[in-house]
């Protein structure tokens, strides 16, 4: 049994910084690709960032590209979502992902099986 548990969410002004963590238990870890999605109210959930299971790729979505990073530390099992220059329209409640299949960086929620129960993130204009 695979269990995410998300923590790091909150209120912060525009343009303030925020890091989001997410703490796996169970299994293997190290092998997964890690996703973050995020959903805002009456929009549907949406990719934000993925990490290969050596933390070596990393892929994100055009909208926070040079704003937000993601890392992990296998070692730890956990990974984290480093959110700078936060904008109001990045308000949503964020989701850790894992893919046990490693078959590469996928930004479709279907491709994640194991699930956090996500965390609130407000930012306020």
């Known amino acids: 049994q695979v269990q995410l548990v998300e923590s790091g969410g909150g209120l912060v002004q525009a343009g303030g910084s925020l890091r989001l963590s997410c703490a796996i238990s169970g299994r293997t870890f190290s092998s997964y690709v890690m996703g973050w999605f995020r959903q805002a109210p009456g929009k549907e959930r949406e990719f934000v960032a993925a990490i290969s299971w050596t933390g070596a790729s990393t892929y994100y979505v055009d909208s926070v590209k040079g704003r937000f990073t993601v890392s992990r530390d296998n070692a730890k099992n956990t990974v984290s979502l480093q959110m700078n220059s936060l904008k109001p329209e990045d308000t949503a409640v964020y989701y850790c992902?894992?893919?046990?299949?490693?078959?590469?960086?996928?930004?479709?929620?279907?491709?994640?099986?194991?699930w956090g129960q996500g965390t609130q993130v407000t930012v306020a204009s």
């Open positions: 992902a894992a893919d046990p299949t490693n078959s590469g960086l996928r930004v479709g929620a279907e491709a994640y099986d194991y």
